[in-house]
């Protein structure tokens, strides 16, 4: 049965709403940037450029990088973000937009994220690179979809006794990267970790400026959180939402965290253009390496 106008919205070109994009404007292999500005600052590498638009915060360039076709996006900030750009770029490859039904045969992508975030162990420094591992969605997006065959409940219940997490909040969702793309891009200087994401920079990362808190102290019970070794390194917006996505509609997905920040310590990076470079030159890499 096709899938309703309403649920799949098209805009009158026929390319899919939000992103303004069709499938051909888009390479299996995908870069998600946050901020519109730092496309360019991907794409400025490659070889030549095919195809660009943007439409709100989504800006899309495809181009070459090394004989690799490869699409660069902004998502903006926040998981309701990556739920418009992950089931739009899904719908692009997986559904025949004229037919409106699900291909038979599935394509799955490799989404690699490059991004910025602040750690919470004090032996991560600012300026350095971090692979999520796995991540945490404190924010309940993710709960709208069917996510038991994604979840890790051991891991969870662990968190949720360790920081004796509200009943009014979402349940805490744990969701692993790709592990074949991982190896891909990992190396001995990239830190490893639990990265936590929050459905806000302010109160949900715990800041304070007029609001008080529901729980005062949960980063530092977050921080201190430890599972068979495996700590919660880091904190952003984006990360569980393009892991669990992934993981349901299959796609491959992994997060690269440029560290500007360590919260524990309380310092932030002299220069978070250049780390954010270095992560960009050093990722772009590992992708067109053959021999990873």
Do not use: C
């Amino acid at each position: 049965m096709p899938i309703k106008q309403s649920e799949l919205i098209l805009n009158p070109d026929g390319s899919i709403y939000h992103l303004n994009l069709k499938p051909e404007h888009i390479a299996t292999t995908i870069i998600f940037v946050g901020d519109q500005d730092r496309v360019e600052k991907v794409t400025q590498h490659f070889d030549t450029i095919e195809f660009t638009t943007q439409k709100r915060e989504f800006k899309t360039t495809t181009g070459i990088f090394k004989e690799k076709r490869i699409s660069v996006i902004s998502t903006g900030i926040g998981p309701d973000n990556i739920d418009i750009v992950l089931n739009e770029l899904d719908a692009l490859v997986n559904i025949n937009l004229e037919t409106r039904t699900v291909k038979k045969d599935l394509t799955s992508l490799n989404i690699i994220r490059i991004g910025t975030s602040g750690s919470l162990q004090k032996d991560i420094p600012i300026d350095s690179f971090l692979l999520s591992s796995h991540a945490i969605d404190l924010s309940g997006m993710l709960q709208f979809y069917q996510v038991e065959g994604i979840a890790h409940p051991e891991i969870e219940n662990a968190f949720i006794k360790h920081t004796n997490w509200n009943t009014k909040k979402a349940h805490p969702l744990i969701i692993s990267n790709d592990n074949s793309l991982a190896q891909k891009i990992a190396s001995d200087k990239v830190y490893q970790g639990i990265t936590a994401t929050a459905g806000g920079f302010y109160g949900p990362q715990g800041r304070v400026l007029r609001l008080g808190l529901q729980d005062d102290n949960l980063n530092t019970k977050i921080d201190s959180f430890n599972f068979n070794g495996n700590q919660i390194t880091n904190l952003e917006m984006e990360t569980s939402a393009i892991y669990g996505l992934s993981k349901l509609l299959g796609h491959k997905a992994v997060s690269m965290n440029a560290i500007i920040a360590n919260r524990a310590n309380g310092t932030f990076s002299k220069n978070p253009k250049k780390i954010v470079a270095d992560l960009i030159k050093y990722t772009l890499q590992k992708i067109v390496n053959k021999n990873d």
